[in-house]
T-cell receptor, first 110, second 113 residues
């Protein structure tokens, strides 16, 4: 079964602290993984995808096939990072379908 | 501006009264999809469409219908809404090909009383 697990519903940190949002997946084959962010009352936006190996807004995520993980990291959290973060896996059943985790709310306090 | 537009943004209605949520994209994307977002459950796919006149069920299609008569539009139809369809709905579109991100609309909050 294809599944994405985000074990933390809420992650609360202080400004300047490191952040790691966990994402584990189950998938047979080579996965395509994404992180989406949803700021308060806004649409979901693509934050980054594993194939690009990019850093967006200071966030990075490395695909670890051995641990089947795609954790999202940022060394120094900012208040504007407060949002809902969703890890997503592109399914191999259902063309272009994304399987989402249940999301982690990141709260960065001053 | 490239975007996915949903209407209405908010709707409160009653059980059994048919409603349609429209979705339109201006990016000439082949693929369009509807998701519902519920607390603790994340986003779940309702229906998707690979191109004009090609649609298929997602994970939670019960109680919903869709159509894709034109490439840019993908309306979501609730023939007889029920309270368990109270949710936040998102339409998304993308071009075909691997690793192409999906572009989401602003969401439609439906309350079925």
């Amino acid at each position: 079964a294809q599944r994405v697990t985000q074990p933390e519903k809420l992650l609360s940190v202080f400004k300047g602290a490191p952040v790691e949002l966990k994402c584990n997946y189950s998938y047979s084959g080579s996965p395509e993984l994404f992180w989406y962010v949803q700021y308060s009352r806004q649409r979901l936006q693509l934050l980054l995808r594993h194939i690009s190996r990019e850093s967006i807004k200071g966030f990075t995520a490395d695909l670890n096939k051995g641990e089947t993980s795609f954790h999202l990291k940022k060394p120094f959290a900012q208040e504007e990072d407060s949002a809902m973060y969703y890890c997503a896996l592109r399914s191999n059943t259902g063309f272009q379908k994304l399987v989402f985790g249940t999301g982690t709310r990141l709260l960065v306090s001053p | 501006e490239a975007q996915v537009t949903q209407n209405p943004r908010y709707l409160i209605t009653v059980t059994g009264k048919k409603l349609t949520v429209t979705c339109s994209q201006n990016m000439n994307h082949e693929y369009m999809s509807w998701y519902r977002q519920d607390p603790g459950l994340g986003l779940r796919q309702i229906y998707y469409s690979m191109n004009v006149e090609v649609t298929d069920k997602g994970d939670v299609p019960e109680g919903y219908k869709v159509s894709r008569k034109e490439k840019r539009n993908f309306p979501l139809i609730l023939e007889s809404p029920s309270p368990n369809q109270t949710s936040l709905y998102f339409c998304a579109s993308s071009t075909s090909g691997s690793n192409q991100p999906q572009h989401f609309g602003d969401g439609t909050r439906l309350s079925i009383l």
